[in-house]
Every structure is written in structure tokens, then in C-alpha cells.
């Protein structure tokens, strides 16, 4: 069989299955190691268009602590991850703020806002 053949871990659930697949003009052709339906999907779009949801903190003045926790509002490219992060190491927030209170819109140009993902005054 042509196509190249590759493994991956499946991070949707605990059970981290490793997967083993062939892979043919960017498409998922055989696959193997899943213990679900998620598996195959989940390859698919690692293979294409890996994203993540990106978790850091940012500096709060005002509040009890120094940093703030925030995550992307959805998931970004993969490829994006260190200019998000540089993007968002660059503002610093004023105390009060509330869970799910935009901190930063469209990090990197992604299309995506950065929320607090907790009240911090
Ligand atoms: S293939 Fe299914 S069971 Fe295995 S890690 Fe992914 S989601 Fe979990």
C-alpha cells in the first residue's frame, strides 16, 4: 500500500489509545488503535488542521494575586500557539474581572478572543 504511515495519540479522552495510520494526499486512508468512533475523527483533523485550546495567565493589576487565569475562547491552529502566546504575554488587565470577560480580541489575528476563566478583584 502507498501513503505514509504514522502514529498519533488520541487526547480526547484518558485512555490516550495510539493510533496507527496511513496517510495518502493529506487524507486519512487506514487507521487502527481506536477504542471509539472519536478516534478516526480526531486524526482527520490533526492531520489537516490540528487546533488546541490555549490555557495561560496574564498580569492583573489591583487584584489579590498577580495573574490572571485565561483561555481561548475556542480553539486556534496549532501553528498559532507561540504567537498567541506572545500576543497575549503583551497586555496586562485592571481588577475587577469577571469569568468569561474578553481580555484580548482576535489574538494573532486568529479570529478568536481570550476570556478570564475566573472573577478576580
Ligand atoms: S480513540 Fe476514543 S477511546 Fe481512544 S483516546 Fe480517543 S476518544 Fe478516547
Known amino acids: 500500500m502507498s501513503g505514509l504511515n ?15 495510520l ?3 494526499d493529506g487524507r ?3 487507521l487502527s488503535g481506536n477504542n471509539c ?4 475523527t480526531y486524526a482527520e483533523k490533526e492531520m489537516i488542521n490540528p487546533t488546541r485550546t490555549l490555557t495561560t495567565t496574564v498580569e492583573i493589576e489591583g487584584a489579590r494575586i498577580a495573574r490572571l487565569p485565561v483561555k481561548t475562547q ?3 491552529p496549532k501553528s498559532m500557539i507561540l504567537e498567541c502566546i506572545r500576543d497575549i504575554g503583551r497586555i496586562k488587565v485592571k481588577a475587577p ?3 468569561g470577560e474578553v481580555v484580548l480580541e482576535n489574538v494573532a ?4 478572543n481570550v476570556i478570564a476563566t475566573r ?3
Open 119 to 121: 472573577d478576580l478583584s
Open 22 to 24: 496511513t496517510v495518502e
Open 6 to 20: 504514522t502514529s498519533l495519540t488520541c487526547i480526547l479522552c484518558p485512555m490516550s489509545c495510539v493510533l496507527e
Open 109 to 112: 489575528g486568529t479570529g478568536i
Open 37 to 40: 468512533k472519536l478516534g478516526p
Open 74 to 76: 475556542g480553539e486556534i
Open 28 to 30: 486519512v486512508i487506514q
Open 97 to 99: 474581572i469577571r469569568r
